[in-house]
Structure formats: structure tokens, C-alpha cells
């Protein structure tokens, strides 16, 4: 029987893509846990961990937990569905293409939705946001923390501190799917009410689980509607006990758990907030595994999506080709050098850039030398482009 010491993964491309991301051996061996039941007492305790292990990610002492099988999407359809009434009223910052989807999530489930437009390479600034907050009361507010389009990084600390001055009774939602993990992110100091995000990017697991982390004030608001909750699978009335009850330490069924990416997702949990590098560091190491890529590509000439490096997120940069040269020219070159990057995603440029994901055990575990394969790859990759 192999052990989780012996254990490798098989050879493959780096895969280095804003998410999925690469995983730790240790973290894909749990994966291959033997299938057990969920009502188990090992999985209970495995659960139970887990839910207590995200609150310490996000630096919370009693927000709300939920990890449902499902992606990031998902988290979307949670906010809309258990937070906002139909008719009340959402306002959406918008940095790219996911704050049009949560905007159209938010539609979907009947509320009325005003955005605010940041420029191309920009996030939305705070006089905006104040303008807009003074105009309306909002019952939620909305940004997303790193647009997996454009690399483009808000400054969510900010951004709380002018919701709570301007429009204190508005729930603040972050949906930080391409962020946790890789982005410093205080859910009680900066008075966060909602943070949304997925298994396969910071938290370096593979894609499945569903993570929306919850304010006690926002389970209050959600406890207090007056109309039944519009969706089946992702209401709250349905889901809170079963957090409640698996954290304390007894089974609970209303839609079978995916135990075994659960324990994948705990066996990352255990590394990122019981091991060494601590989360204050993991954070330094994606500042500094972004500025060492990024100065890479400046020297190469090419510009970035981002206008200003206080907008360019940490855990992926966004890349214009260079001119004449297009994804064809690119792409192929960085899977001949063993990289798997992506296109660009943004309607109206997404032919003119391309994207490169570098979070979790790529940075963290230096021993794999994964930046350095990164760098490599992007100047081979350019070089020959070019020549």
C-alpha cells in the first residue's frame, strides 16, 4: 500500500492557469482517501475541522462557514438567493467580466441591480463608490476582489471602510474566488459580511467545493426575510444546520458532502494554517512571486492589463501579446516549454492577452521551482514569438 510519504503525482504540464492550480502531492494522495460514509465519525471530524480551519484562512472568529459541492458560481447563487429579496435593491463594482455574471446572477433571482464601472485596468475608485452609496440605499454591496479577467486587484480593506462610513446598514459581499489564499483578507477587522470563493485556486485543492463564509449580521438578515428563499439546493434554511450540526461534532443529511475532495480540501487546510510558511508569509511570497514575474515580462517589453501595480493582483498577471502576435503565436510555445497558461477572457480584448496563475503550492513550495519555470518559459515563449 503506497503512503502519503511515497506518494507522487504523475508527470504533467505545469498548469499555471488563474484555476485551476496545481496541488501538493500530499493534498491530491488525501483525494484517494478510501470512499467512506458521511455520516462517519472520521469524516465528521474531518468536516468539522474543516469548517473551523476556514474561519482561521480568513482571519474570523464566528462568521459562518458553508462548503457545498459546487464551484465559485455557486456562491453567487447563495448571495442572491438567501441574501436579497426580489425587488430589494444591489449594487455591483464592477471590475470585469465576473461583476457582469454576478450582476446577471443577482437579476436572475429578482433584484434590482445598479453597477458602477471601473475603466479597463482599473478598479471602481472610492469617491465613485461613495457617489453611488449617498444616491441609493442598497441592502448589498457588491465587488469582486481579483477579476479573474483582468488581473485587476480591489482594495477590499478600502472599499469596507467607505461602505461601512457611507452606507453602514449594507451588507458587504466579496467575491474573492480567485483571492483567499493568495490575498490578505481580514473578515472581522475590516467588517466583511460575505466572502465567497472555490477550492481550486488559493486554497489549492482540486475544483468542487463551494466556500462562502458568512457574518453573523448577514445570517440575522437572512433569518429575517419575509418571502421563502428562492432556491432549493443553495438555501441557507436547508444548509445551516448541517454546518452547525457536522461542526459540532454530529452527522447530518440534506444532499450528500463530496468527502473525499473534503478531505483534500482538509489536507490543504492543515498545511495552510498549521504549517510552516504562516498565512502572513504565504501572503509576502505572492507579492513577491508576482513582482519577480511581472518585472520579467516588463523587461520583455510587454504591458499589463492592470494601469497601476496597486490594481495588479498578486496571484496572476494579465499580459497584452505583443504586437502582430496573438494566442496561436503564444500559448503553444509555453505547452512546448511544459506550461499551461490561458487566453484572455474579457469580451472586446480577450484575442489581445493572456493569462498566468501563480498561487498556492506553486509559490509556496519553493523547493519545486515553479516562478523560476514560470520565467523561463515566458521568455523562451516570447523570445521565440518574436524572432
Not at 144 to 162: Q, R
Not at 230 to 248: C, D, F, Q, V
Not at 359 to 372: H, I, K, L, Q
Request: hydrophobic content about 40%; proline content about 5%; overall charge negative.
Amino acid at each position: 500500500m503506497t503512503t502519503s510519504d511515497e506518494f507522487k503525482q504523475a508527470p504533467h504540464k505545469l498548469l499555471v492557469i488563474p484555476g485551476p492550480v496545481e496541488v501538493s502531492d500530499e493534498v491530491l494522495f488525501a483525494n484517494a482517501h478510501p470512499t467512506v460514509s458521511h455520516t462517519s465519525a472520521d469524516f465528521i471530524k474531518v468536516f468539522g475541522d474543516s469548517i473551523r480551519m476556514t474561519r482561521e484562512v480568513l482571519f474570523t472568529k464566528d462568521a459562518q462557514p458553508f462548503l457545498i459541492s459546487g464551484s465559485g458560481t455557486l456562491g453567487w447563487d447563495q448571495v442572491a438567493a438567501n441574501l436579497v429579496e426580489p425587488g430589494e435593491e444591489a449594487l455591483v463594482l464592477n471590475s470585469g467580466y465576473f461583476g457582469d455574471s454576478f450582476a446577471d446572477c443577482l437579476q436572475t433571482y429578482g433584484a434590482k441591480v445598479d453597477q458602477v464601472r471601473a475603466d479597463l485596468g482599473a478598479s471602481v475608485s472610492q469617491s465613485e463608490i461613495e457617489k453611488a452609496l449617498k444616491a441609493k440605499k442598497y441592502k448589498i454591496v457588491t465587488f469582486t476582489h481579483v477579476d479573474t479577467s483582468t488581473g485587476v486587484l480591489s482594495d477590499a480593506k478600502t472599499i469596507a471602510e467607505t461602505v461601512k462610513r457611507v452606507s453602514p446598514d449594507s451588507l458587504l459581499v466579496v467575491d474573492a474566488v480567485c483571492s483567499v489564499g493568495s490575498e490578505e483578507i481580514r473578515f472581522d477587522d475590516w467588517g466583511l459580511d460575505v466572502v465567497l470563493t472555490a477550492s481550486q485556486k488559493g486554497l489549492s485543492t482540486p475544483p468542487g467545493l463551494s466556500i462562502v463564509v458568512v457574518s453573523q449580521r448577514a445570517i440575522k438578515a437572512f433569518e429575517s426575510r419575509s418571502v421563502p428563499v428562492t432556491s432549493y439546493y443553495g438555501g441557507w434554511n436547508r444548509w445551516l444546520p448541517i454546518m452547525r450540526n457536522y461542526e459540532n461534532g454530529s452527522p447530518s443529511y440534506f444532499a450528500t458532502p463530496p468527502v473525499n475532495l473534503v478531505h483534500s480540501y482538509h489536507a490543504s487546510l492543515l498545511q495552510i494554517t498549521k504549517a510552516a510558511p504562516s498565512l502572513e508569509e504565504r501572503f509576502k511570497l505572492h507579492r513577491e512571486a508576482s513582482q519577480r514575474i511581472k518585472a520579467a515580462a516588463t523587461e520583455l517589453g510587454l504591458k499589463q492589463i492592470p494601469l497601476d501595480p496597486a490594481y495588479a493582483a498578486n496571484g496572476m498577471t494579465t499580459l497584452y501579446f505583443p504586437e502582430g502576435l496573438g494566442a496561436a503565436d503564444i500559448l503553444p510555445r509555453f505547452a512546448q516549454h511544459g506550461l499551461v497558461i490561458a487566453g484572455g477572457l474579457l469580451a472586446g480584448i480577450k484575442e489581445k492577452y493572456f493569462r498566468i496563475g501563480h498561487m498556492g503550492v506553486t509559490v509556496v513550495d519553493s523547493r519545486r521551482n515553479d516562478v523560476d519555470e514560470i520565467i523561463e518559459a515566458l521568455r523562451k515563449s516570447i523570445n521565440e514569438a518574436k524572432s
